[in-house]
């Protein structure tokens, strides 16, 4: 059974500040995906990365996808009480495998 | 475009009763996932369907969860009886194949509380 680390588990910070989320696993991903999720609402997909060393910005969030393909982080600059929500990594072994999901990070950004 | 629709959003039951729960993907996907997200955890898959075949269902406990997807579009998901540690919320999520980077697009889903 393949495991998905999420650290911080949670996480509360002031407006503006940055953070990092990350995602690790021992094992190698064919793609890794981040998601958002609010209460009350499934998870909606953030970005989806595929390449070892891949950058993918999003507005104030940048995704980064490890060189060997084993991890990824989420960097959020300047948050916004919008930012927060529970972020989950999940990640595909094989191309059209199942995704396993992380336990997320429960972020909280306050005015 | 329709999002993918889940009913009912709120359930209620005692332990030792059934309960079932309705999905209704996104139009022309023809990947449906069912997952259990339990209370501060990510969500876990318990069974995947592409078209009305089942692809995956390892991690469905089947001796009290059954789903169909009979004519490969809507699905239902039962649990029968219930046990205290089914409370959770159930996701359905559907994606237009089970091909490569799989990006799935998620109900609100059903929160169960079992007592």
């Known amino acids: 059974t393949q495991l998905l680390e999420q650290s911080p588990q949670f996480l509360s910070i002031q407006e503006g500040e940055n953070l990092t989320v990350y995602c690790n696993s021992s094992s190698v991903f064919s793609s890794l995906q981040w998601y958002r999720q609010e209460p009350g609402e499934g998870p909606v997909l953030l970005v989806t990365?595929?390449?070892?060393?891949e950058v993918k910005k999003l507005k104030r969030l940048t995704f980064q996808f490890g060189d060997a393909r084993k991890d990824s982080s989420l960097h959020i600059t300047a948050a916004q009480p919008g930012d927060t929500g529970l972020y989950l990594c999940a990640g595909e072994w094989n191309a059209g495998n199942m995704l396993t999901f992380g336990g997320g990070t429960r972020l909280m950004v306050k005015p | 475009e329709a999002g993918v629709a889940q009913s009912p959003r709120y359930k209620i039951i005692e332990k030792r009763q059934s309960v079932a729960f309705w999905c209704n993907p996104i139009?022309?996907?023809?990947?449906l996932y069912w997952y259990q997200q339990i209370l501060g955890q990510g969500p876990k898959l318990l069974i995947q369907f592409q078209n009305n075949g089942v692809v995956d269902d390892s991690q469905l406990p089947k001796d009290r969860f059954s789903a169909e997807r009979l004519k490969g579009v809507d699905s239902t998901l039962k649990i029968q009886p219930a046990k205290l540690e089914d409370s959770a919320v159930y996701l359905c999520?559907?994606?237009?194949?089970?091909?490569?980077?799989?990006?799935?697009?998620f109900g609100p889903g059903t929160r169960l509380t079992v007592l």
């Open positions: 990365v595929v390449t070892g060393g």
């Open positions: 139009s022309g996907h023809a990947t």
């Open positions: 999520a559907s994606s237009l194949s089970s091909g490569i980077h799989n990006e799935q697009f």
